[in-house]
């Protein structure tokens, strides 16, 4: 079965500072890889996704991603961090195929970002 | 693009009544929706996959017949919550996909619920 892994549950950052989330994923396939970010009030934002291909993979709001097959990883970085980012972040891998795939999400991240 | 709604944003009801909650996709057809189901400072859970004209598929240990879904048309589905108890108080919130937005769901707002 398919689980992911988010190990830091609360990361507060300095405003301008670089940040990382971390992700790790278990899956027996090609994982379909995404990372979400949930902000009060309003629904899941998709920030970027992996499918195939390149293994680092540019996301909005300047955020970006690597695919790491040898450690199951699937880290989302971003080089300065805004105070409007603060908000829970969620990795989550896909199985299944089209329409009907279906996502299996880690705990979640909660970010706090410091003036 | 690819709006969903949900309503109502929260609700509270007394035990043993039933709650229904709605998602609609606003901008786009859905031939795919997904309810999820979110603890406190948890993740989220799914809790069944529909698609339009089709029975739900719930995922296992969620009881069908509690958590009734109905996806009547292309930019519906409702999630009604059958005589509620306290312990199915919870963030519920669905999402949509379809043809052509391979892999990507797009989610609702979420819905409170509480049951006193």
């Known amino acids: 079965a398919q689980s992911v892994t988010q190990p830091d549950i609360h990361i507060t950052v300095s405003e301008g500072a670089s940040l990382e989330l971390r992700c790790n994923y278990s899956y027996g396939a090609t994982p379909y890889l995404f990372w979400y970010v949930q902000s009060p009030g309003q629904g899941l934002q998709l920030l970027l996704k992996y499918f195939s291909g390149d293994t680092l993979v540019q996301g909005i709001k300047g955020f970006e991603a690597e695919f790491k097959r040898s450690q199951s990883s699937f880290n989302l970085r971003k080089p300065s961090v805004h105070w409007s980012d603060a908000a829970e972040y969620f990795c989550a891998v896909g199985r299944g195929t089209g329409t009907a795939s279906k996502l299996t999400f880690g705990t979640g991240t909660r970010l706090q970002v410091t003036l | 693009g690819a709006v969903v709604s949900q309503h109502p944003s929260w609700v509270i009801c007394k035990s043993g009544t039933s709650v229904k909650i709605e998602c609609r996709s606003l901008d786009f057809q859905a031939t795919t929706m997904f309810w999820y189901r979110q603890f406190p400072k948890q993740s989220l859970m799914l809790m069944a996959t529909s698609n339009e004209g089709s029975k739900a598929t719930y995922e296992q240990g969620v009881e069908k017949d509690k958590f009734l879904i109905n996806h009547a048309s292309l930019t519906l589905s409702t999630l009604t919550v059958t005589s509620a108890h306290p312990e199915d108080s919870s963030f519920y919130i669905c999402?949509?996909?379809?043809?052509?937005?391979?892999?990507?769901?797009?989610f609702g707002p979420g819905t409170r619920l509480t049951v006193t």
């Open positions: 999402s949509a996909s379809t043809r052509g937005f391979s892999y990507e769901q797009y």
